[in-house]
């Protein structure tokens, strides 16, 4: 079997063995990047070398009779949120662009200690803030599947760089649908892990109470050995779980007799694509065929989700992007002081943010600075961290009632570049089905379950309640067991 085609368990396990090397899972990979990034742009920053040495360097300890990572060469792709000490990470803004952080996010540790071999740094939408990578201040990424449609966002470059086989694993966030919508988009499996679950430091904060970072696939099973490398308390992060990893790679097989999947019939609404309804409810029958029982339940406070979150998520984006001033970080602009402002200082701050943001960011911390000020915090955040409450509740309840909630990911499926850059309202609606997950903290997985008339992929998602993630992995894996969906590969490209 041609190596770009194995999975990522079949890889390391390969590599394990010394069937194949480190060294030659790495050529084979960059040498596809390198060949496809012109069309694709799912790459900001390719790192041969050093991915070559590491390569090298688990090749040699293999012969030397040392044992092995979880991960061990691995190909993998991390999202450019993600700080790497040993290469940019610019979130795709120009206000970071060649910042070289002095540290490694957990995750990045995480991945070296498994030894993973990391090939790139992924295109996204500016600062993670988007849902067609349209927003990235380094040109839109492709979807593989049709090379004239956004991959989704804003993990759009991890998700594009999968699809089109470039790597076989990415790294990805997830604050509103980050990880589930492109992967839904571009045919893959992307799992958003219970929040907590992955330590964020390191990962460039958007909106801190909704971020978590997770693995992005080809399979469930890949995501779940994946998973099981990068989750973890980690003491540099206060809000990641001390709750043991379980072995999530190993605990996929017992079937899914009994298991309960809750359906929302307000899912169902129109505005649905007919070709994803149909998609989404082959799926359900597929997991009726697989032993689990379907039941209607209600998230009744659902409908608020996109208003709370696009009150939440810029609130808590307008605090954090504070620190990008020119001074303490990032981008300063060039501009001598003209004397129209107040200060020099304030204009050079004024300059270097209005220079170094895209309008997408600007216009975020802008809601969020409203709606943070005096006066309307009460009636803007605080309503809406109230309202949040109402969706976890909601939440609760299904779960009392079932083990795990399916759907559709998105509305529609891959949509054309340019459709809803002019429409900000209609580029928030793409995020109807994901949003609610981040907001009730819970984890939720995409993986496709059709395919248009056209050859566009269709998504399922299913959602878990907390620290849910062995069932979650062990249905969607199920689920891959009995159909190909997953298995299909693009050909608009290579
Ligand atoms: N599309 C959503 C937004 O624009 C979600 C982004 C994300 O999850 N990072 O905020």
């Not at 988007?130 to 927003?135: D, F, T, V």
């Not at 907590?196 to 958007?206: D, K």
């Not at 620190?323 to 303490?328: P, Q, V």
């Given at each position: 079997m041609q190596l770009l085609e194995r999975s990522a368990v079949d890889l390391v396990a390969a590599v394990k063995r010394g069937d194949v090397s480190a060294m030659q899972c790495a050529e084979v990979y960059l040498d596809r990047i390198e060949q496809l990034n012109p069309q694709v742009?799912?790459?900001?920053?390719?790192d041969r070398e050093r991915a070559l040495a590491r390569a090298a360097d688990i090749d040699a300890r293999r012969k030397a009779g040392k044992p092995l990572g979880l991960l061990a060469g691995l190909p993998v792709a991390v999202k450019d949120a993600l700080c790497t000490a040993d290469m940019p990470t610019t979130c795709a803004s120009k206000m970071l662009a060649g910042y070289r952080p002095p540290y490694d996010a957990d995750t990045v540790r995480r991945l070296r200690e498994a030894d993973a071999v990391i090939v790139g740094k992924t295109n996204m939408d500016e600062f993670a803030m988007?849902?067609?990578?349209?927003?990235s201040a380094f040109g839109p990424v492709r979807n593989p599947w049709d090379l004239s449609r956004a991959p989704g966002g804003s993990s759009g470059g991890s998700a594009a760089c999968v699809a089109a086989d470039m790597a076989p694993v990415a790294i990805g966030s997830d604050t509103g649908g980050s990880i589930r919508q492109p992967a839904g988009l571009c045919g893959i499996t992307g799992l958003k892990p219970t929040?907590?679950?992955?330590?964020?430091?390191?990962?460039?904060?958007?909106?801190s109470s909704l971020d978590q970072i997770g693995p992005m696939a080809r399979s469930a099973a890949d995501c779940a050995l994946v998973l099981e490398a990068i989750a973890g308390h980690d003491p540099g992060d206060s809000t990641s779980l001390a709750d043991a990893v379980p072995p999530y790679s190993e605990l996929l097989e017992k079937p899914l007799e009994g298991v309960r999947i809750g359906r929302v019939s307000e899912h169902f609404s129109e505005g649905l694509d007919p070709e994803v309804a149909k998609g989404v409810d082959e799926a359900f029958a597929v997991f009726k065929a697989a032993g689990a029982t379907i039941h209607d339940v209600k998230l009744p406070h659902a409908k608020y989700g996109v208003p709370t979150y696009y009150l939440v998520a810029p609130c808590e984006a307008s605090s954090n992007l504070a620190?990008?001033?020119?001074?303490?970080y990032g981008y300063r602009s060039s501009t001598k002081p003209t004397g129209e402002f107040e200060s020099p200082l304030v204009e050079m701050y004024c300059r270097s943010r209005g220079e170094g943001f895209g309008p997408e960011v600007k216009r975020r911390i802008m809601l969020g600075t409203y709606a943070l000020s005096s006066g309307y915090y009460d009636a803007y955040y605080a309503k809406a961290l109230q309202v949040r409450r109402l969706i976890r509740q909601d939440y609760l309840d299904a779960f009392a009632q079932v083990d795990l909630i399916g759907g559709p990911v998105s509305a529609t499926p891959a949509f054309k570049l340019?459709?809803?850059?002019?429409d900000p309202l209609a580029m928030y609606l793409v995020d109807l089905y994901t949003v609610a997950t981040n907001l009730a903290g819970v984890a939720g997985i995409s993986f496709p379950c059709g395919f248009t008339a056209g050859g566009l992929p269709v998504g399922f998602q299913l959602q878990a309640p907390a620290l849910a993630e062995p069932l979650l992995l062990r249905a969607a894996d199920r689920f891959q067991r009995l159909t190909d969906w997953h298995t299909r590969r693009p050909k608009a490209i290579g």
């Open positions: 742009n799912a790459f900001l920053a390719i988007g849902g067609s990578n349209e927003n929040y907590g679950r992955v330590s964020r430091r390191g990962l460039i904060a958007f909106a620190r990008y001033d020119g001074a303490h340019g459709e809803k850059t002019g």
